[in-house]
């Protein structure tokens, strides 16, 4: 389709914190070894795809498992880091487990929780500002690449936001999707929407990856 976009969204592989609940945000935490190897299997199941680029958010843990999927999936490209794609900030949240915020900031953890629009941590962003980047993001990616397909490698917040986008539906929604680690995610970029044409396909994977609680 020469006016459309074919985007395959993948969330970065496991982290050490994604193991212990801890929040990452936009703090720079690197891959464990689970998440390493979920992005060489990421990359395998994309071995015969035509890609023309690739991005990633330009922390390591999605920059480096971009670098991963494009070796064996596109070894003539190279990865462009894009800050747009980094995971939501989470202010004072950064660096503590979801027990911790529970604990800690009681009123603040539950307008997390139910999703509130408006919530943002000390330091942090809303639900609507981080929706508000990733579809300007998007939208300044894809319009390169018509008639393309492209990867973007991201985080489990702005997996959220694109399926949100592609699906209508409010940043307060209950998430009923998933959003694991290495999942292959697929949609279809025009200049006048963004739809859904496959979701979280793990098949990839011994088993689906950790799920992004409350993103």
């Not at 300007?136 to 490698?153: D, K, S």
Request: glycine share 8%; aromatic share 6%.
């Amino acid at each position: 389709m020469p006016t459309a976009t074919r985007i395959i969204a993948i969330r970065h592989g496991e982290t050490a914190w994604n193991v212990d609940t801890r929040i990452q945000g936009q703090l720079d935490i690197d891959l464990n070894d689970t998440g390493r190897w979920q992005a060489q299997q990421a990359g395998r199941a994309l071995a015969d795809e035509a890609i023309d680029a690739v991005y990633a958010s330009d922390l390591q843990r999605a920059f480096n498992t971009a670098q991963t999927i494009a070796t064996t999936a596109a070894p003539h490209l190279e990865v462009q880091a894009h800050s747009g794609l980094r995971e939501r900030a989470f202010g004072k949240f950064e660096g503590q487990t979801y027990a911790a915020i529970e604990a800690q900031w009681p009123e603040e953890a539950r307008l997390w929780r139910t999703r509130d629009p408006h919530f943002a941590p000390e330091g942090g962003e809303t639900p609507t500002q981080v929706l508000a980047r990733v579809a300007h993001t998007v939208n300044e990616i894809a319009a390169r690449h018509l008639g393309q397909q492209i990867v973007l490698v991201s985080h489990g917040g702005v997996m959220d936001m694109l399926y949100r986008l592609a699906t209508q539906q409010s940043v307060s929604a209950t998430r009923t999707w998933d959003l694991g680690n290495a999942a292959i995610n697929r949609l279809l970029w025009t200049p006048d929407a963004l739809t859904l044409v496959g979701w979280a396909d793990v098949r990839h994977l011994d088993a689906a990856g950790l799920d992004e609680f409350g993103a």
